[in-house]
Structures are given as structure tokens and as C-alpha cells.
């Protein structure tokens, strides 16, 4: 295991929670990453050439940040910077590993897309809400929220 830094020290036993806190503990219990990885990996890049890839599921996880909060792929670099949140919600340590930047994230979304994954993600992701009565209401950074569906109660087809 590596050693934690004072900062993460400090931020786990800080007293509360904030609400992204809570929401990206959600997503991240919420998710099926491994069977999303499976449907990312064929046609992501291997590193046989170029500078060493990101982890998979680092990528996915930072497509799913910029699904939350709306946000580019500069924005997203940034706000792993900046919060603690999501640097903690992608699992990225800044003592082994860097931040994808905004390039290396545009093209893993370009990648999604060509390949139709992103509306498939989009999908499951909206499933896996509603399967636990949520919808996403896309905001940014600040101010993201998930809500509560109220469900009606369907009405039976009576026999004439």
C-alpha cells in the first residue's frame, strides 16, 4: 500500500462529508466498472508505441465526472487538481500517477463515441439510476444533483 500524504491524512479525517463526497460514493458503488472496462478494452490503446497509456479505468471514471458535472476535458483536468473528491473518485495518487490531461481525455471520449460506447454508458447509466429510482440532473461542478422519481402507480386494464 503507498503512503498516504499529509493532505489525504487531513481530508480523511476531516469531520463531514460534503454532498460530492457522498454522490461520488454513490457512482462509485453504483457503477459495474469491470464490466465496463471489458467493453472499453478492444479498442483501447495498448502503449506498444508512444508514451505509456492511462489506466483504463482511470479514463472511465473521468468520462463518467464529465457526465456528472458537465464539464470539458480541460475543465475535468482541472477539477481533479482542485478536488480532493474526484482525484479520490478516480483513484489517482499524484505521488505514482498524473492526471490524464485534457488531450489524452479527448480522445478516449472521441474513442467512446466512434465505437458507440458513450450512448451505450449513457444507457446503463440511466438504468442503473432509475433501477434505484434516481435521474441525473447534469449541473456543474458546483451544483450537480440527484434526484428522487416519484413513480406514479400504473393503472390496470380492466376487460370490457
Same mark, same amino acid.
Given at each position: @500500500?503507498?503512503?498516504?500524504?499529509?493532505?489525504?491524512? *487531513?481530508?480523511?479525517?476531516?469531520?463531514?462529508?460534503?454532498?460530492?463526497?457522498? @454522490?461520488?460514493?454513490?457512482?462509485?458503488? &453504483?457503477?459495474?466498472?469491470?464490466?465496463?472496462?471489458?467493453?472499453?478494452? $478492444?479498442? #483501447?490503446?495498448?502503449?506498444?508505441?508512444?508514451?505509456? $497509456?492511462?489506466? &483504463?479505468?482511470? @479514463?472511465?471514471?473521468?468520462?463518467?465526472?464529465?457526465? +456528472?458535472?458537465? /464539464?470539458?476535458?480541460?475543465?475535468? *483536468?482541472?477539477?481533479?487538481?482542485?478536488?480532493?473528491?474526484?482525484?479520490?473518485?478516480?483513484?489517482?495518487?499524484?505521488?505514482?500517477?498524473?492526471? $490524464?490531461?485534457? %488531450? %489524452? +481525455?479527448?480522445?478516449?471520449?472521441? &474513442?467512446?463515441?466512434?465505437?458507440?460506447?458513450?450512448?451505450?454508458?449513457?444507457?446503463?447509466?440511466? @438504468? /442503473?439510476?432509475?433501477?434505484?429510482? #434516481? =435521474?441525473?440532473?447534469?449541473?456543474?461542478?458546483?451544483? $450537480?444533483?440527484?434526484? =428522487?422519481?416519484?413513480? =406514479?402507480?400504473?393503472?390496470? =386494464?380492466?376487460?370490457?
Amino acid at each position: @500500500m503507498a503512503q498516504q500524504s499529509f493532505s489525504s491524512l *487531513e481530508y480523511e479525517n476531516r469531520k463531514t462529508s460534503t454532498k460530492r463526497d457522498e @454522490m461520488l460514493a454513490f457512482f462509485d458503488k &453504483l457503477i459495474p466498472w469491470d464490466e465496463w472496462i471489458i467493453v472499453v478494452k $478492444p479498442f #483501447y490503446y495498448t502503449g506498444r508505441r508512444g508514451r505509456k $497509456p492511462v489506466a &483504463l479505468e482511470i @479514463m472511465i471514471r473521468v468520462y463518467v465526472l464529465q457526465q +456528472i458535472f458537465g /464539464l470539458s476535458s480541460e475543465a475535468i *483536468e482541472d477539477c481533479v487538481y482542485d478536488s480532493f473528491a474526484m482525484r479520490n473518485f478516480l483513484n489517482i495518487d499524484f505521488f505514482s500517477e498524473n492526471v $490524464p490531461d485534457a %488531450t %489524452t +481525455i479527448q480522445r478516449f471520449r472521441r &474513442l467512446l463515441s466512434k465505437n458507440e460506447i458513450d450512448k451505450r454508458f449513457d444507457k446503463d447509466l440511466a @438504468m /442503473l439510476l432509475a433501477g434505484k429510482n #434516481y =435521474k441525473l440532473k447534469n449541473g456543474s461542478a458546483v451544483e $450537480p444533483r440527484l434526484l =428522487k422519481i416519484k413513480r =406514479k402507480p400504473r393503472k390496470k =386494464k380492466t376487460d370490457k
